[in-house]
């Protein structure tokens, strides 16, 4: 892993220099962007957005990935390799065509609102995009995938005598499900949510084109500064703050693949 550590670290930590010396204008050494972006209504309010989004739809697609991977896991193994070929086909297609792909399925005119209207009869404009809808609509279906890794591998790691022994004590399937198979899947559960809300909190491309002028999240507010503002050095400032964040909700994370480990 060394050489491939070498080369991302090299990639990736200069440019992070960079932007963290930006955010400080340089050698002068300012913190006064960093305070003005703390105390702006505008950053507090994609701030807001930005956890609120990330919270639910990590939420929602725990949920959803939960009950598909406790499906993967009861099929045989044959059958299990054929249907995580179809959750991962997700990875295989650009998030830009998946987010077009969404306009159209969601759209005012799409197949959403196409098939409603033909079922009650008359004209169904249901505003499925450029809102919160849309936007947790994307980020879920992104999400999920990721999520349903590591819960399938705790899944399938819990041995099958215990599932037996307690069937054979009585126990009913409920009662299985919430005493063997939801403590022992909580690994996997812990690992994929913090993975999907670390990643969810650098979202761009999908509340830039499925979610509304105030759904916008805070990489959304970074390129308004870096483009729009042409204000680099608060771009840099938020910037810092994103990538502290995503630290301090990773670092749970990676103490506990340590401890694993």
Not at 87 to 105: D, E, N, Q
Not at 183 to 196: C, E, R, T
Request: proline share 6%; with cysteine.
């Amino acid at each position: 892993m060394s050489p491939a550590t070498m080369i991302a670290v090299a990639i990736v930590v200069p440019p992070l220099l960079y932007v963290l010396f930006t955010s400080v204008h340089g050698s002068v050494f300012s913190l006064a962007d960093f305070d003005a972006v703390l105390t702006s209504n505008l950053f507090r309010q994609t701030l807001s957005t930005t956890l609120f989004v990330a919270g639910l739809s990590s939420l929602l697609s725990l949920l959803l990935g939960f009950i598909l991977a406790l499906h993967l896991a009861s099929q045989p193994a044959r059958r299990r390799r054929f249907l995580m070929i179809l959750v991962l086909l997700p990875f295989w297609t650009s998030a830009l065509v998946k987010c077009f792909a969404f306009m159209i399925i969601l759209g005012r005119d799409g197949i959403v609102n196409t098939v409603l209207s033909w079922i009650f009869h008359t004209k169904v404009q249901l505003p499925l995009v450029l809102n919160m809808v849309g936007l947790l609509f994307g980020m879920t279906s992104f999400q999920v995938p990721i999520v349903v890794l590591p819960i399938l591998a705790s899944l399938l790691a819990i041995d099958g005598a215990l599932y037996r022994a307690a069937a054979i004590m009585g126990a009913k399937p409920a009662r299985i499900f919430w005493t063997i198979t939801v403590p022992m899947s909580l690994p996997g559960v812990f690992a994929g949510l913090l993975s999907i809300f670390v990643m969810s909190l650098g979202a761009f491309i999908v509340p830039g084109l499925l979610g509304g002028p105030q759904d916008h999240m805070l990489s959304n507010l970074v390129n308004f500064y870096n483009r729009e503002v042409l204000d680099w050095p608060k771009a840099s400032a938020i910037s810092v703050v994103l990538f502290g964040m995503a630290l301090i909700f990773a670092a749970p994370l990676a103490l506990w693949r340590r401890r694993k480990v």
